[in-house]
Each structure stands twice: as structure tokens, then as C-alpha cells.
């Protein structure tokens, strides 16, 4: 996972750098406007780049205004100490993805950012259909027989690891590495209760039963079989 940080904030940039080394990201920093918009055109293919508002020779929203102007999709986290509604809108509406006020907290940051990686990662992806059920992961849209069903955003990346997966078997580990970056506890039982969710609302409506659990190994969605 690549990330590219662009702060003008020496010492800032330095705790940020440090704090995204230790998540196991790989992190370019640079400290000027100029410098992240040639980067990021030069090299779309960061995982996420972080901008400050104020940068120096163009702030972070001129550089991400040109940036999606050019077709460049990289996912943008803007961070700013301005925190009026009016400056978030023109944040977003500028091309960022997501926006998180100065001070903040590294946890969040983290896991905003964390979450901006994943959207971005399914980025031009089709959607997957198994049977009747189609995950598309580019709107984030679940529909069974042409109802949509609404997930949480940890709901819906647990199922379409699952349905991308179709007929292979998806371990605990996976889906906490994937979904949750292994922060959590695998003797616990989140994702049994996460799975429990999902199942009554893509299964249980419909009378289907599409994720298998397969006591001791994982999970799997098997393919529908066609009658012969």
C-alpha cells in the first residue's frame, strides 16, 4: 500500500511518515503543492494520497481540483485546520474524497485512510454476480432479484471478498486482513456476527443461502448449479 503525504508541516510530516511506516504503508512525503500534483501525475497509482489545505505554491484543494480535471482517480484524504461546513463542501466538492479537521486523532486517521484504500481499490472493478445476487463494488450496491439491500460498508466488504471469491474457501485471517487490516482479535466473534447480519438480509427474505460456513477453514460461496 502506497501513500503519498503531502504537509508543509515539517515535524507534522515526520510523525505522519512515521505513524504510516509502523501501519505498514509505503510513504512518499513531499511539502508544497507543486510537488504533489507532479507526483500524483506522474504516479497515479498511490493507494491514497493525503493533502494539507494550506500547502505552499498551491494549496491542496487547487491540486486536487487539477488532479480529477485530468482523469486522475486517486483517492484524496484532505486534512486542514479550517473547519467550517463551507470550506469541507469546497473540499469535497474540488475532487477529495474524504476531509478530517486538524487536530485530529492518528487512530482516525488511520482508519479513514484505511477505508479510502479499499473504496479506491475497487475502482473500475465489474460487478460480481452469483445467481440472482449482484455486488457491485464501483457504487457499492447489493440487489437480489432487482431489490437493492442495504449493508454497513464493513457488511458489504465482507461479502464481496466472499462472492469475488466464488467457490474458493475464505479463511477468518482473510477477511480480518482485508477488512480489517488484522486489528482485531480472531477468537473473537465479529465477523460471525457481521456474517450473521448479512445473511439475514441478502439470505433470509429471499429463502437463499449463499455463504457456507465450513467449521475449522472459513467460508464460501459455491456458484449456483445449473440444471441439467
Known amino acids: 500500500m502506497r501513500i503519498l503525504v503531502a504537509e508543509d508541516d515539517v515535524r ?14 509505503t510513504v512518499h512525503v513531499v511539502h ?3 510537488a504533489a500534483y507532479e507526483r500524483l501525475l506522474a504516479d497515479p497509482g498511490y493507494g491514497v494520497a493525503l493533502l494539507d489545505w494550506m500547502l505552499p505554491g498551491g494549496d491542496g484543494v487547487s491540486v486536487a481540483r487539477r488532479l ?11 486534512l486542514t485546520a479550517r473547519g467550517d461546513v463551507r470550506d469541507r463542501i469546497e473540499g469535497l466538492d474540488a475532487g477529495a474524497d474524504d476531509y478530517l479537521p486538524k487536530p485530529f486523532d492518528l487512530d482516525e486517521l488511520l482508519a479513514r485512510l484505511r477505508a479510502l484504500y479499499r473504496r479506491g481499490s475497487f475502482a473500475g472493478e465489474a460487478p460480481v454476480q452469483v445467481g440472482d445476487l449482484v455486488v457491485d463494488p464501483v457504487s457499492r450496491r447489493v440487489t437480489r432479484r432487482g431489490v437493492e439491500i442495504l449493508l454497513s460498508a464493513r457488511e458489504f466488504d465482507i461479502l464481496h471478498l ?3 471469491s466464488t467457490g474458493q474457501v475464505v479463511s477468518r485471517l482473510t477477511i480480518l486482513d482485508e477488512v480489517w487490516d488484522g486489528e482485531t482479535d ?7 456476527v457481521h456474517l450473521a447480519a448479512i445473511r439475514a438480509k441478502i439470505d433470509k427474505p429471499f429463502g437463499t443461502d449463499t455463504i457456507q460456513t465450513l467449521r475449522g477453514v472459513g467460508y464460501r460461496v459455491d456458484a449456483p448449479r445449473v440444471p441439467q
Open 32 to 34: 508544497d503543492g507543486p
Open 68 to 78: 480529477r480535471g485530468l482523469g486522475i482517480a486517486t483517492p484524496i484524504l484532505m
Open 162 to 164: 466472499l462472492v469475488a
Open 186 to 192: 480472531l477468537r473473537s466473534n465479529v465477523i460471525d
Open 12 to 25: 507534522l510530516a515526520a510523525v505522519l511518515e512515521e505513524t504510516l511506516l509502523e501501519a505498514g504503508w
